[in-house]
Each structure stands twice: as structure tokens, then as C-alpha cells.
């Protein structure tokens, strides 16, 4: 049963600490999202791919926040240095056509 | 920037009764979609609507697009303790899958 996997879970950090979290797309799904959940914003896109190639990040809060794909199976977003205002549950998707959602990476930065 | 208001907000229903929920937008669209996201869970795509007026069905759960095109319908029948969540609607920004979600309602069912 095909599905997107991420990790860590849930992660609990302080601030100024580095958190990278990685997203294991469906195989074959071309297009790669990330996107950030809160109680006050909702689901917000921050960035995604096509082919691996970034096409939109604008999103993402650059000065502290990096998302790359190294190969097609996975995807990686990066906080560095992590601040209190970061803590969310993020959420990687793929999808051609239909979008499939993992079931989320919360992260909590005391 | 845009805005897909969602409402209600949350509700709380008894298990067998019916649900109605809308999505509203000041801006016309192409494709309106229906995500429902369980606890602790992503969101799943219930339905997706691409003509104005089109009624879709899946199980209980049917959806319309509005004939205004700034609009969506999402109704469960005979609601049962499962279809807790919450329910977004959704945008397709740029034909891409570059979805653009609403503010969700959260539904509660209760036993």
C-alpha cells in the first residue's frame, strides 16, 4: 500500500537547535510538497518540487528554513536555528493528479 | 492574498443526523476540492470538483460547486462517530496540484 512516509514523528527541541525532517514520497509521484499546519494559520504550502527541481519556496522563511531533494525518494526540510514560533506539525505530500498526504512530522521548539 | 472561508468553524452533532458545511471565496475558481483530515493524520481527498454546478457523490458524502463559482457544498448523511475531523476545502493555485487550503471546519460526532 503505497504511502508517504516522514520522520521523525514528533520531535521536541530547544531553540537554536537544528531539525531536519525527512519525507519518503509515493514512487513515481514527480511533485513534492511541504506544508506547515497551526492552530492559527492552518495548512500553509512552503514549498515544492517537480523533478526534484524547486519550483516555489516563496512560502518558506528563508533565512532560517532550507528544503532540498538529494534523490527522487527523498525530500528534506531543514530549520536552522529552530525557533519557539516553528513549532507546528509539518506535513510532506506527492501526488500526480490526486495529492497524498504522510501523516506529519509535529514539532515542538521550547 | 487569498481567502477560502470555511463554515461553521467546528460543529456538534448526534451520530445518524445529517451535516452541511460550505466553503466561500472572493475569488472565482476552477476546481474546488474536499479534504478531510483525521487526528493525527494528514488530510485525504474525499472529493474533487471540476465544473461549475457539478454534484458529486462519494458514499455519504456529497459535494457540489457552486453555479457562482466562488463557492462549495459539502453535506455527510446519516453521520456515524468515524467522520470525525476536520474538513477542508481546497484550490488548485496553478493546475499543479499547488492546493491552497481553507480555515476547516471541525465536526463532532457525537455517539
Known amino acids: 500500500d503505497a504511502r508517504v512516509t516522514q520522520t521523525p514523528r514528533h520531535k521536541v527541541t530547544e531553540m537554536g537547535q537544528e531539525v531536519t525532517m525527512r519525507c519518503q514520497p509515493i514512487?513515481?509521484?514527480?511533485?513534492v510538497f511541504w506544508y506547515r499546519q497551526t492552530m492559527m494559520q492552518g495548512l500553509e504550502l512552503l514549498a515544492y518540487?517537480?523533478?526534484?527541481?524547486?519550483?516555489?519556496d516563496s512560502g518558506m522563511p528563508k533565512d532560517r528554513f532550507s528544503a532540498e531533494m538529494p534523490d527522487a525518494t527523498l525530500a528534506t526540510l531543514k530549520i536552522q536555528p529552530s525557533e519557539p514560533r516553528d513549532s507546528a506539525v509539518y506535513f510532506c505530500?506527492?501526488?500526480?493528479?490526486?495529492?497524498?498526504f504522510g501523516e506529519g512530522s509535529r514539532l515542538t521548539v521550547l | 492574498g487569498q481567502q477560502l472561508n470555511q463554515s461553521p468553524q467546528s460543529m456538534f452533532i448526534q451520530e445518524g443526523e445529517d451535516v452541511s458545511m460550505n466553503c466561500t471565496s472572493s475569488s472565482i475558481f476552477n476546481t474546488w476540492l474536499w479534504y478531510k483530515q483525521d487526528p493525527g493524520e494528514g488530510p485525504v481527498l474525499l472529493i474533487a470538483l471540476y465544473k461549475a454546478g457539478e454534484l458529486t457523490s462519494n458514499g455519504r458524502l456529497t459535494a457540489q460547486f457552486g453555479i457562482t463559482r466562488k463557492d462549495s457544498f459539502l453535506n455527510i448523511s446519516a453521520s456515524i462517530p468515524s467522520d470525525v475531523g476536520i474538513y477542508f476545502c481546497a484550490y488548485d493555485q496553478t493546475g499543479a496540484n499547488n492546493l491552497f487550503f481553507g480555515t476547516g471546519t471541525r465536526l463532532t460526532v457525537i455517539p
Open positions: 505530500a506527492s501526488g500526480t493528479g490526486e495529492l497524498f
Open positions: 518540487f517537480r523533478n526534484r527541481a524547486p519550483l516555489d
Open positions: 514512487l513515481g509521484h514527480n511533485t
